[in-house]
């Protein structure tokens, strides 16, 4: 069973998945902490409903961002992998050195398409006919990192940014569970930019 640490901006229903995950016996993990950087956010509510350690690191007290990440690693503690859920901060290359091959994402595009904080509102003024969803491991650029596992979303010609965003939810809520399982079986090889999926052992 590994350790996580959740890290959240606002409404935490990539986190809900990760709690049905574990809590359904499909994900063989422990989460030790919710993290947000705002207060008063629906993820804190998700994680005090399951009773899971919650608290806000609130990025407004600080004046420096290698403050928050400070506090925010003091928080997380010791873990096996960090999983942003809708995190919204760009965390700093000292940070994600901290913890190499530990920091894992979730994005609502097929990286490296559409990287950034509007992948919807791109897709959609890009006319792009797929779009989707990519579990990534972070490194220290933005959204760049080795892609462990994406899934697919056909792009309607009357989609807005809403309903994109709805069906794309839904296969996030899939993946991401599904991707730190992967890394509980230690069953992700990193080479170069590839992540390799190695075969379960025989138990």
């Given at each position: ?23 359904s016996?499909?994900?063989?993990a ?54 942003l ?10 940070f ?35 779009s ?28 807005t ?35 390799i999926l ?6």
């Amino acid at each position: 069973m590994i350790k996580l640490a959740v890290l959240c901006s606002g409404r935490g229903t990539d986190l809900q998945s990760i709690i049905d995950a574990i809590q359904s016996g499909k994900l063989d993990a422990k989460i030790s902490v919710v993290l947000t950087d705002k207060p008063g956010v629906k993820a804190l509510e998700r994680a005090e409903r399951a009773g899971i350690k919650n608290l806000c690191v609130n990025r407004k007290n600080f004046s420096e961002r290698a403050d928050f990440e400070a506090a925010l690693s003091k928080e997380i503690g010791e873990v096996d992998l960090i999983a942003l859920a809708g995190f919204m901060r760009i965390l700093s290359p000292e940070f994600v050195r901290k913890y190499p091959g530990k920091i894992m994402n979730i994005h609502p595009s097929l990286l490296p398409s559409f990287p950034g904080a509007h992948a919807h509102r791109d897709a959609l003024a890009y006319g792009a006919k797929v779009s989707g969803c990519t579990v990534h491991f972070v490194d220290e650029g933005t959204d760049s990192g080795p892609i462990i596992l994406q899934a697919a979303v056909e792009v309607k010609d009357d989609d807005t940014e809403e309903t994109l965003s709805a069906r794309i939810l839904e296969k996030e809520h899939i993946i991401y569970p599904q991707a730190i399982q992967f890394f509980a079986e230690g069953r992700l090889e990193v080479e170069g930019r590839k992540v390799i999926l190695k075969p379960q052992k025989n138990l």
